[in-house]
Structure formats: structure tokens, C-alpha cells
């Protein structure tokens, strides 16, 4: 007889082991968004362009997009807290590599593994998901999946304050410290899930996935400065449409595929990911238009002249507001279901746009707006974790909840795509500089409030009933004590 599979000798302190989880979610998070206060200075501090500089936010955004579901599927198979660890310890090297040099090409490298950490929000789902009990699930996945708006949310005006009164290389700093102590954290209190998928961990198919995604998000985030009918664009373009079919293909034939697809195919799982994405894309248009919004000169008519810390602050009441409405979001889905609450939340985020259009030339109003598109993105991030881990096997909850967090990446990608256009293409001058119009900004926003609906429209589509889901999730064949005990036995 094999060996039983060791168990932390007690359960973890649901306060204390969530906490945990979440503060690493939030560190991870506020990687995201780091440097984009040091973004203008990027240039002059390294000596290099502003092209150049641009790959400290676009390099992130590659390889989370691409580690959150390898390492989410590896989580699944070689033990979440293991993985968890080594993306805590990819996201301190890269903040130390960031930290000890001025070279650009260094501090991309360093910017690519804080990227990479952000399969720490899908692992530590999953690992909530394997150890908590059935009560505890749906509260607790809501404050970590909610972790990836605090953290931006939060990031903004203190990475400002940081590059206005100390040298810019502190953040990372203190970054690495916070890395460290997640570390510890993770080693004093979480425990190891004895739950495990089986077989062979897909190689082929983490190549062709990251390959392909690499393809896609290269062109839409550098699209706009090559040129959308440049060859590199179209290249890459034509490349991801090759891979797409292929990666496909094999996955469905491999036995253990990196990403079911055939479970992702079904309509509770391919409509949840469809409204992550443009969720994701709603959420990232109010981060990235407030801050500019409110540092545009007064020359323009519309803009306030705020500084970067004032621009900053703007959004840390959102960020405020998604904490306390992490418990309120999960007593929805729990009441009434997660299909009900990520409805709910896409209408928020609509309305939000709403006031955002009629109300962009006062600052209380126009924190205001960015305040009700928070609270409805904190709800939706709540809600789309349970949707997922009900339409899932247990043994596939990492990998599950990695692709939801990719598809929510993409989305925001897509987002910076987009607004990047529109604000460099609907111009003026004013002052003497080339400044988006009021217009652009107020076309921002009525796009990002048809994607809100959009969500709204894909989340009326998923297929069942709004009926409270805490059963399904917490009480999954395998989930909470229940796992522990199916472990134990089967070992």
C-alpha cells in the first residue's frame, strides 16, 4: 500500500489562511499597474525610447496572460501551494532585477516575471476551493478573485507617491520585500491540497497556447504604433490564425490537455469566459481614462490639471469600495445566485458609464462614476470564480480559473488597445500640445459601457436556473473536508 498523502495536522483559520491568499493577490495585482506613473520618465531615467518603454506595461501582460493558465493546469496536477510558492518567488527575482538596475532591457526581463505571478489569483481559488469549508467558499474566492481590481486600483497612487518623493527604484524594493513576505506567509499558514488531476502535464500544448496567445496580444498591443496593416501586425495575425486551429486539434486528441476544451465549449463555461473578457475590458478603460482624464491641462476646456498623485487617489476609492463589497457580492451569489449577481454587476458598470458621460468636468462626479464602475467590477469578479467552479471538475479548478483570468487579461489588452487609438487619433490642440478631445474620452466610455451590456447579454445566456450555488461550489465531489477525506482514502 502506498504511503498516505501527509495533511496539515489542523484546518487552516479561514480568517487568517484567506487573508493570506488575498494579500498575495493583491501584491500581485499592483504589479500590473506599477510602473505606469513612472512610464513618461522611463525614457530619460534609462536612456532609452519611449517604444522601449512601453514594453514595461506590454511584457506583463504577456506573460501573465500566458503562465496563468500553465501554471493554473500545473497547480491542478503537482499541488497548488507548490506552484504558488514559485510564482511568489518568479514575481521577488523579477522585482530585485528591477530594482538593481537602470537597464532597460534588464528591467523588461524583471517586468516579464511579475507578470508571470499572476497565476497566483487562479491558484489561490483553487486552493480556497480544496481547503475551506462549503460556507467559507463563496466569500472567500470573491475577496481574491476581487483582488485583481483592488490591486490596480490601489497600485495607481501609490507607485505616484513613490516616483514623486523617493528614487523610482524603491517600488521595486519594495515590491521584492513584499514578495519575501508572501513567502513566508504562504509557508507559515497555507496548507498543501492533497487533491491532484492525473496524468502527464502538456507540453505541446503550453507551447502552442502560449505561442498563440503571444501572436494575438503582440498585435493588438503593438498595433497602433506599427501600423494595423504593417507586415509585423499582419504576420502575427496571420501566424495566431494558423496556430489557433492546430493548438485545437491536438488538444482535443491529447489525453491530458492543458485546457479541456470540450468542457470549455459548453455554454456555462464558454459564456462565463465570453463575459470575463468583456468585464475585463469594461474594468480596464475606467483605470485607464481616469488618471489621464484629470491630468489633462485646463487649456482643453474639460481637463482639471491634477497631478499624478491627485490622478492617482482617484481611483482609490474604488479600490476601497470592491474590499467591503467582496462579503456583499458573495451573499448575492449565495442568495441568488452567481448568474444573477454577475448580471447585476454589468448593469452597474453600465450605469457607471453613464454618469461618467454626462458628468466629465467635475472631480467629485467624476470619481463618482469611476466609484460605481469599481463596485460593479468587484461584484463581477466575485461572481465569475462560483460560475466557473460550477461548471467544472475539481481536478480542473486551477486550470479553469487560470483561462477565466486569461480571458479577463485579454480583455483588458483589447481595452488598451482600443483606447490607445481612440485617444491618439480624436485630437486638438490645446496649449500649444496635441491632447485627445473631450469626445474621445466620451467615446471610451460609451464603448466600454456597450461591452458592460454586452456582459449582460452573455450572462442572460448561461444555462440554468439563479438558483444560490454554495452547494455546488462548496460541496463539489471533492471540495473542502470532502477532499480531504476522498485524498486520504484513496491513498
Known amino acids: 500500500m502506498p504511503p498516505a498523502i501527509p495533511l496539515p495536522a489542523d484546518p487552516p483559520r479561514p480568517r487568517f489562511f484567506v487573508g493570506v491568499l488575498a494579500f498575495c493577490g493583491v501584491v500581485v495585482a499592483v504589479m500590473q499597474t506599477l510602473v505606469v506613473p513612472l512610464l513618461p520618465h522611463v525614457p530619460a531615467l534609462t536612456g532609452s525610447t519611449p ?20 501554471l493554473g493546469r500545473a497547480g491542478d496536477m503537482y499541488g497548488k501551494r507548490k506552484l504558488l510558492l514559485v510564482s511568489l518567488g518568479v514575481l521577488t527575482a523579477g522585482s530585485v532585477m528591477c530594482a538593481v538596475s537602470s537597464h532597460i532591457g534588464i528591467l523588461i526581463a524583471g517586468r516579464a516575471l511579475q507578470g508571470a505571478a499572476l497565476a497566483v489569483i487562479p491558484l489561490g481559488i483553487s486552493i480556497m476551493r480544496d481547503e475551506l469549508p462549503p460556507a467559507k467558499v463563496l466569500s472567500s474566492v470573491a475577496l481574491m478573485s476581487s483582488t485583481l481590481g483592488i490591486g ?12 514623486e518623493h523617493f528614487d523610482w527604484h524603491t517600488m521595486f524594493w519594495a515590491s521584492a520585500a513584499l514578495g519575501v513576505l508572501d513567502i513566508v506567509l504562504v509557508l507559515c499558514v497555507v496548507p498543501e491540497s492533497p487533491l491532484r488531476s492525473r496524468g502527464r502535464f502538456d507540453g505541446v500544448g503550453a507551447l502552442g497556447l502560449s505561442a498563440a496567445l503571444v501572436a494575438v ?3 493588438i498591443t503593438q498595433g497602433a504604433d506599427w501600423g494595423w496593416t504593417s507586415p509585423r501586425t499582419l504576420a502575427l495575425l496571420g501566424a495566431a490564425a494558423v496556430i489557433w486551429p492546430l493548438w485545437g486539434a491536438y488538444e482535443l486528441r491529447t489525453r491530458s490537455p492543458l485546457v479541456d476544451l470540450r468542457v470549455s465549449a459548453r455554454p456555462a463555461v464558454l459564456l462565463t469566459n465570453v463575459a470575463a473578457l468583456l468585464i475585463g475590458f469594461a474594468f480596464y478603460a475606467n483605470s485607464l481614462v481616469t488618471a489621464q482624464m484629470v491630468q489633462e491641462p485646463k487649456a482643453t476646456g474639460y481637463g482639471l490639471g491634477a497631478s499624478i498623485v491627485v490622478s492617482g487617489l482617484c481611483l482609490l476609492p474604488g479600490g476601497l469600495s470592491m474590499v467591503a463589497l467582496s462579503p456583499v457580492s458573495a451573499k448575492i451569489s449565495a442568495k441568488y445566485g452567481p448568474k444573477a449577481a454577475l448580471a447585476l454587476a454589468a448593469a452597474i458598470m453600465a450605469v457607471g458609464y453613464g454618469v461618467r458621460f454626462f458628468t466629465s468636468h467635475s472631480l467629485p462626479m467624476i470619481i463618482a462614476g469611476a466609484t460605481v464602475v469599481a ?5 463581477a469578479y466575485s461572481a465569475l470564480p462560483a460560475l466557473v467552479m460550477r461548471a467544472v471538475p475539481v481536478s480542473e479548478t486551477g486550470a479553469a480559473n487560470g483561462l477565466n483570468t486569461l480571458m479577463r487579461s485579454v480583455g483588458q489588452a483589447c481595452c488598451s488597445a482600443v483606447v490607445a487609438a481612440i485617444l491618439a487619433n480624436v485630437t486638438f490642440q490645446a496649449g500649444g500640445h496635441t491632447v485627445p478631445t473631450l469626445h474621445a474620452y466620451l467615446l471610451v466610455f460609451l464603448i466600454a459601457a456597450g461591452a458592460a451590456l454586452a456582459a449582460l447579454v452573455a450572462t442572460l445566456f448561461l444555462p440554468g436556473r439563479t438558483a444560490p450555488a454554495t452547494a455546488t461550489v462548496g460541496a463539489d465531489s471533492a471540495t473542502g473536508a470532502t477532499g480531504r477525506t476522498t485524498a486520504q482514502e484513496s491513498a
Open 375 to 379: 463596485c460593479g467590477t468587484a461584484i
Open 51 to 70: 517604444a522601449a518603454a512601453s514594453w514595461l506595461v506590454t511584457v506583463t501582460l504577456l506573460t501573465g496572460a500566458v503562465f496563468t493558465p500553465v
Open 152 to 163: 490596480a486600483a490601489v497600485g495607481l497612487p501609490v507607485a505616484a507617491l513613490v516616483v
Open 217 to 219: 496580444l503582440l498585435a
